[in-house]
């Protein structure tokens, strides 16, 4: 890790592990057409986001198809970003994270539509994989409803943010994580999935039910 100021991986760094994580969740079918995004930071004083170029097939990125954000999301060097840059870097300025993935997957917009206040999760191992107690505590995935305002819809991110869940579903669209870094950004993502496949296959209820 480098010191405050300083670069925490340069751009090129930055878009090979970016394109390498985009083809996985590609791979899924989580990133179909060209929709979803991910983004990484690259160094924070100030705040500078690489992320994944807009209008591209994400199974197909190389190094070279990212663009350099600010901390507000606009273009600093690359291209045009995708317009939820913005919210990718409100993220960042919120929860601290290093990484931020954004795919597009069934589950999260079927679950979206079932669950509209918020998708209750509780006594099941794999809250472990996102930081939270495997029992005896309900977790709540926060619902948020979409807008093509990233402003609006970052400020409905922060109201719905709940305390220790790395996530949130937008309503109609997708599914938000983010992590430390790449990596656990990546390890979330495919938990909270996991969670929210197993809510779909149980179907609506008493348990679980908001």
Known sequence: MT??????????????????????????????????????????GPLRLAVTASGLDKGELTAADVVLVDGEGAAVRGGRPSAEAALHARVVRLTGAGAVVHVHT?????????????????????????????????????????SQDMRVLGDRLEAAREPGMPAVVVAGHGLYVWGADPREARHRTEVVEWLLELELLEGPGPAGAR
Not at 4 to 24: K, P, Q, Y
Not at 121 to 137: F, S, V, Y
């Open 3 to 44: 010191g405050a100021g300083e670069d925490v991986l340069d751009l090129e760094e930055a878009g090979a592990v970016l394109a390498a994580e985009a083809a996985r969740f590609a791979s899924f079918g989580w990133m179909r057409g060209t929709s979803g995004n991910l983004s990484v930071v690259t160094g924070r």
């Open 106 to 146: 069934v589950a999260s917009v079927a679950m979206s539509r079932r669950r509209p206040g918020g998708i209750v999760l509780k006594d099941l191992e794999m809250l472990k994989g996102i930081g939270l107690p495997a029992h005896g505590r309900e977790a709540v995935l926060p619902v948020i409803g979409n």
